[in-house]
T-cell receptor
């Protein structure tokens, strides 16, 4: 158990819909990272937040957005969903005080029908 | 930019040794991580190299050559449970850039 929690574990929805994925980092970790992992692709970095502020952006679509709240939990919002958005979405956290090791949550499996 | 290359698949026998290579080209390199990922599960941390040389941790060792942009993960005394995907991830400015991963199959 990494100490990172993600909800829900599974999500099934239809094209055009909007969903919100939630992540709680390890206690004390200020950084939260979001990744997307499709069947045919590796882990793709989406976005990083540090203590409530966006720190780095990767290959995140304009239909996707994220935020980190004062209690440090984070949400990833996916809108106008397409079939190709079906993937595992992982959240990871780190304390940024050590070497930058990231601890991954169990993931949310999103299926868009 | 980032370019990470590792073999797609490898097969090895239980009890044997296997070496998984990774070459990378990244800007702002801060070190390199190796993660293990079983199908459908979260990646778990294996090792981190920031300086050149070999880091040993039990059955797993990792090597880094910064000048050559090269790393390898060495797994000894292979067990069936080692069947998984192994991800090479250079650390760049706080971000981990993951390769496609090497799918290792351990056969009896």
């Amino acid at each position: 158990d990494s100490g990172v929690t993600q909800t829900p574990k599974h999500l099934i929805t239809a094209t055009g819909q909007r969903v919100t994925l939630r992540c709680s980092p390890r206690s004390g970790d200020l950084s939260v990272y979001w990744y997307q992992q499709s069947l045919d692709q590796g882990l793709q970095f989406l976005i990083q937040y540090y203590n409530g502020e966006e720190r780095a952006k990767g290959n995140i679509l304009e239909r996707f957005s994220a935020q980190q709240f004062p209690d440090l939990h984070s949400e990833l919002n996916l809108s106008s969903l397409e079939l190709g958005d079906s993937a595992l979405y992982f959240c990871a956290s780190s304390d940024d005080r050590s070497v930058g090791e990231q601890f991954f949550g169990p993931g949310t499996r999103l299926t868009v029908l | 930019g980032q370019n990470i290359d590792q073999p797609t698949e490898m097969t090895a026998t239980e009890g044997a040794i296997v070496q998984i290579n990774c070459t990378y080209q990244t800007s702002g390199f801060n070190g390199l991580f190796w993660y293990q990922q079983h199908a459908g599960e979260a990646p778990t941390f294996l090792s981190y190299n920031v300086l050149d040389g070999l880091e040993e941790k039990g059955r797993f060792s990792s090597f880094l050559s910064r000048s050559k942009g090269y790393s390898y993960l060495l797994l000894k005394e292979l067990q069936m449970k080692d069947s998984a995907s192994y991800l090479c991830a250079p650390h760049q400015g706080g971000k981990l850039i993951f390769g496609q991963g090497t799918e290792l199959s351990v056969k009896p």
